[in-house]
């Protein structure tokens, strides 16, 4: 199948103020996106992902009719629909609003005003999602690589094992907590976990510190998924207990490919 360019997106950009609609399809026009349609509220939006679908929705926050959220779980939880990226264009910076953004599978969360280079790597991340690239390893066949995915939120689940899959990972196992995962740990092998931090009942650090001081899979490479500053003294402590590799939300496509080549090829 032929890859997906940004100049064949169809995006539908959803934008209350008729000045940033203009703004932002101007910004899209220059990177060479070529069919935009608009809306102003979430309806005007449904209804045209329902009549012609989308390659990407670029949204603001709030509208007078709910807000992006509900636009968000609508295309993730509509069977024709779930596979459209989705990236949020906002001056919101409350963290607990960004993070039911990050949780629900988001390709992008772009700042309100966003510089060009910005939009250019959201694009491209997105196009990583449509475009299906399998990953070539020395040591393993992808194919059958056998891979933990530990997070409590389904949606999140959902985006991760999508961009995995679409490197071509196909053996992958679901746990919805840290409880969870030990137990599929205990009775199959795995090549490779990833784990959110942010977890109830036992949360990625405590499952990271049992798997490698665990002499049967100390061996495992763990990639954590967070929404937290990577940089962060708290995460630099999380580092500490073994993990190899540590990923922001959102999960970017060509970030997993460099950390998954470089831990399946040690």
Do not use: W
Not at 38 to 44: H, L, P, V
Not at 74 to 82: A, L, N, V
Not at 91 to 117: C, D, M, N, Y
Not at 180 to 205: C, H, Q, W
């Amino acid at each position: 199948m032929e890859k997906l360019s940004i100049s064949d997106l169809n995006i539908v950009l959803v934008e209350p103020s008729d000045t940033q609609r203009k703004i932002i399809s101007g910004m899209l026009t220059k990177e060479n996106v070529k069919q935009i349609d608009s809306a102003a509220n979430i309806a005007e939006a449904r209804k045209l992902v329902d009549l012609h679908g989308a390659d990407l929705i670029v949204s603001a926050m709030y509208f007078e009719d709910g807000t992006a959220l509900d636009l968000l779980k609508f295309t993730k939880e509509h069977p024709s629909f779930k596979h459209i990226p989705f990236m949020l264009v906002s001056s919101e910076s409350r963290t607990s609003k960004l993070e039911e953004f990050k949780q629900a599978g988001v390709a992008a969360i772009l700042p309100k005003p966003f510089e060009t280079i910005h939009l250019h790597r959201a694009l491209n991340a997105s196009l990583d999602l449509l475009n299906t690239d399998e990953l070539e390893l020395d040591l393993f066949d992808v194919h059958e690589v056998r891979v933990l995915l530990v997070d409590d939120s389904k949606l999140a689940r959902n985006h991760i094992r999508r961009v995995l899959e679409g490197m071509g990972l196909q053996k992958i196992k679901e746990a919805e907590n840290g409880a969870m995962a030990l137990t599929l740990i205990k009775d199959e092998s795995f090549d490779l976990v990833v784990t959110d931090y942010n977890m109830p009942e036992m949360d990625g650090r405590e499952l990271s510190e049992f798997i490698r001081f665990n002499p049967e899979t100390s061996h495992i490479p763990i990639i954590m998924v967070t929404s937290e500053a990577a940089n962060s003294v708290h995460m630099a402590n999380i580092q500490q207990t073994g993990v190899n590799a540590l990923c922001d939300k959102p999960f970017e496509p060509a970030e997993v490919r460099t950390m998954l080549a470089a831990l399946l090829s040690d």
